[in-house]
């Protein structure tokens, strides 16, 4: 069975590394969509909240990447310190208003208006429906784009997708198999 590396993402302590920005995407690595909220929960009403939640950062998810100058395939995975740091220094450069269109080009009028780290199986994310893990960074975003709002609506855009630098460390080779990266995830989901 084939392997492949695990690089664990780290920041600097300077706050020259981190995430600078929030991509709007249709496939989020970390494989998580949002949901995103109307006046009334769910429901299609005019008076629409326009609010995306969603996570942002997963603990130790092995996230798939492929070297654009190799073709090298790896993994890369954040610890649970990694992303409290990376969402605090997010909000210390005051960063919440930028945001990308699948990290093509910048687009205005969404800003981060939420930001909490999961800590219990009571955590505000249950209420949404999310089952994600202890340590994940969890987003509100306000979306007062219009076209932006469209493209959630015709869920041409479904989830968040970090934008950063950062320093990587390897770890080890991970397997390929899809049942043991499955396997690995719930064990994460119940440890």
Known sequence: ?????????????????????????????????????????FS????ERKMLYGAAMVPNKYIYRIDED?????YVVFDEDTIVKCSQMF???????NHTYEHAFEIDGCTVVESWIVESEQDKSRHFGMNVPKGTWMLGVKVDDESVWQKVKAQEIKGFSIEGRFSEL?????STSVEERILKEIELLFA
Do not use: R
């Not at 909000?91 to 208003?97: G, P, S, T």
């Open 1 to 41: 069975m084939e392997k492949k590396k695990v690089l664990k993402c780290v920041i600097d302590e300077e706050g020259k590394l981190g995430v600078f920005a929030i991509g709007l995407v249709e496939s989020p690595a970390i494989q998580e969509n949002w949901v995103a909220l109307s006046e009334h929960k």
């Open 70 to 74: 190799t073709m090298e395939e790896f």
């Open 170 to 174: 390897q770890l080890k080779a991970a």
């Open 44 to 47: 299609a009403e005019v008076d």
């Open 91 to 97: 909000l210390k450069k005051n960063m919440q208003h």
